[in-house]
């Protein structure tokens, strides 16, 4: 039985106005710091700024519940150089995130609730589509979160039956030379015309 960390009890308000950043971090911390278990995001809406998993802990959105990806670019900081991946290859020179691993075992992201990743917050939208591509532009390649999902060298992984919403500003998921990886029942949903809103990215990965 995995220990539940609701992030509620860290101060979380689901109003969908209030930033819940440091409450689910804190959650985290907790999790991490016990030897790992469960964050639960219950019934709301619970605006947030990019957060990092770790080994053995896993994040489950109830029916009901919706993270809020917010719309502030300053606060989506960058991946830094990594013994696991070379930072400078990331495309359009794009290294931020909204959930980051690197290198962790037993993580997930799961449940029958709702991740918002808010990304037309980070597109034209008055903008006529390109005449190539039918797509809207992104106000910058780099100041925006350029993955939702990003996992890197990470080892028993699951993303199941969440439904993930409006990717912020490109892929909804990168993973990037992990092992024994589980994706099922899992719904995303954009506008046509976002730019790169590819759904599953998997890169240098085994058993799948």
């Known amino acids: 039985m995995r220990e539940l960390y609701d992030i509620r009890n860290f101060g979380a308000v ?4 209030t930033d819940n950043t440091k409450a689910i971090k804190d959650a985290i911390e907790a999790c991490k710091n016990a030897g790992g278990g469960t964050v639960v995001v219950s019934e709301g809406v ?3 700024y990019p957060v990092i998993l ?7 959105v109830d029916a009901g519940a919706t993270l809020l990806a917010g719309t502030d670019p300053a606060l989506y900081p960058e991946v830094e150089q990594s013994d696991y991946w070379n930072v400078g290859f990331a495309l359009r020179h794009n290294k931020r995130y909204v959930f980051y691993a690197e290198g962790a075992n037993d993580i997930a992201i799961y449940g029958k609730g709702i991740i918002d990743l808010n990304g037309l917050a980070f597109i034209d939208t008055d903008d006529k589509v390109d005449i190539g591509t039918g797509r809207w532009h992104r106000y910058s390649d780099t100041e925006v979160p350029g993955r939702s999902i990003f996992f890197v060298g990470c080892k028993d992984v699951r993303i199941e039956d969440v439904s993930l919403y409006n990717t912020a500003g490109a892929w909804y998921t990168w ?6 990886v589980k994706v099922t029942g899992i ?7 976002t730019p790169n809103a590819d759904g599953i990215h998997l890169g240098s990965c085994r058993s799948v």
């Open 46 to 48: 619970y605006l947030f």
């Open 14 to 17: 689901g109003d969908g106005v």
């Open 187 to 193: 719904t995303l949903r954009s506008d046509i015309r």
């Open 175 to 180: 993973l990037l030379n992990c092992e024994n």
């Open 54 to 60: 770790y080994s053995h802990v896993h994040i489950r």
